[in-house]
């Protein structure tokens, strides 16, 4: 009977450790002290946004390399492991309790908006830093201390074509097609028309289409060109700005089209002619063709690894591995913390540190809400290559 009760306290004993453990494992504690940096990544690897999550995962690694090579940070190592999300809220989510499960201390994404929204509530619950290469959307970080993000937000976007197109002077006439059911698009287009009238822009037609009508653009295209509309803005994505560019070519409708950084991947469009997004601009923070040192180098490492050249995508990713790089140095944090602590130590930090990135060679820094601060750029595709303006 003594041996019996012995064995039940033992038992007992055990499984209350156990169940400690595992609270605290919730909490952001690790049951085993790592000595390695564990940094997630979350983002289309298949699917139709695929080359958005290709690209930042591509430099998101790139910068890992580097990192490593010349002796990590804060002298240890990093890993960097990304999950497929497909550009699906639901799937992002899985794909963020897998991370979880791997071990993951920082997590830098996700690649696209729906899914960046749906897991920034996840990790704002489990408080882990969390700063996405190009999650556009306000609702992506404006509602979360623990988010930071390295792109422009959607209204800052549509404000910032409108500013450029003013001062460059590149249109008299502006028609925009843009997607209204869909949050990236809306949100530009809203900014952008609110701007553009600050800026005197004379926009003569807008036009939308909606996730369930987004293959024939014909009725669109031709109130854009009976309207004599010199320039199109278009704040939507590659996929569909494909199409759009092809339709108005058989309208022998050939104006200015314009962008935002959705349409970087359409030279990549399978059995698209490049021909046709000649002279095609958008607004980035990146070209891939800069002259400066950091650009040039970036530019050539990439391509001799992957055998294409980046896209703002993978810049983006790249800056923001640094940017964690730089936070992380900023905090003094080690890995053997658990991620609570660091998010703590990062969210101070990153208000406080400038990187001379990619996409802000001027430098970048961000405030508290999460929004960087930098300059974007103009490029222009030109024989198949994008060139910048600026």
């Known amino acids: 009977m003594k041996f019996k009760k012995i064995v039940s306290a033992v038992l007992v004993s055990a499984l209350a450790v156990s169940m400690m453990a595992g609270c605290g ?30 690209a930042v995962d591509n430099g998101a690694k790139l910068a890992v390399e580097e990192i490593n090579k010349n002796g990590g940070i804060n002298g240890k190592q990093v890993e960097f492991k990304t999950e497929d999300d497909q550009a699906d809220a639901e799937k992002a989510v899985n794909a ?33 830093f969390q700063i996405t290469p190009s999650g556009t959307a306000v609702e992506s970080v404006q509602d979360y201390d623990n988010v930071f993000r390295l792109c422009f937000s959607d209204p800052e976007q549509g404000t910032k074509s409108a500013e450029y197109i003013a001062k460059n002077k590149l249109a008299t006439k502006i028609a925009v097609i843009y997607n209204s059911s869909d949050v990236y ?25 909606t996730a369930d009508n987004k293959t024939d653009f014909s009725v669109q295209l031709k109130k854009a060109q009976s309207s004599g509309a010199d320039l199109v803005f ?16 058989k309208l022998d409708y050939h104006p200015t089209f314009f962008g ?88 101070d930090a990153m208000t406080k540190i400038k990187i001379d990135g990619l996409t802000g060679v001027d430098g970048i820094t961000w405030e508290k809400n999460g929004e960087p601060n930098k300059a974007p750029k103009g490029v222009k595709i030109e024989n198949g290559a994008y060139v910048s303006m600026d």
Request: glycine share 8%.
């Open 25 to 54: 494992s919730k909490n952001g504690s690790s049951d085993s002290k790592s000595d390695v940096f564990k940094i997630g990544g979350i983002g289309p690897m298949t699917g139709d946004a695929a080359a958005y999550g290709e």
């Open 96 to 128: 963020y309790n897998t991370l979880k499960d791997w071990g993951m201390q920082i997590l830098m994404g996700t690649v696209t908006s729906g899914s960046c929204t749906a897991v920034a509530s996840e990790t704002d619950s489990d408080h882990m």
């Open 185 to 209: 698009s809306n949100g530009i287009y809203t900014n952008f028309a609110a701007e553009a009238k600050k800026e005197g822009l004379d926009v003569v037609a807008a036009e939308a289409f």
């Open 234 to 249: 278009l704040p939507i994505y590659y996929q569909e700005a494909s199409a759009i560019l092809q339709q108005a070519a």
């Open 260 to 347: 935002c950084d959705g349409l970087d991947g359409i030279l990549g469009v399978e059995g698209f002619d490049k021909s046709l997004a000649e002279g095609t601009m958008l607004l980035t923070p990146y070209a891939s063709d800069a002259q400066d040192e950091k650009t040039q180098t970036f530019t050539k490492a990439y391509e001799d690894k992957y055998g294409n050249t980046p896209i703002q995508f993978a810049a983006d990713a790249y800056d923001a591995i640094y940017a964690i790089k730089a936070a992380v140095e900023e905090a003094d944090v080690t890995p053997d913390m658990d991620y609570s602590e660091m998010c703590d130590k990062l969210m």
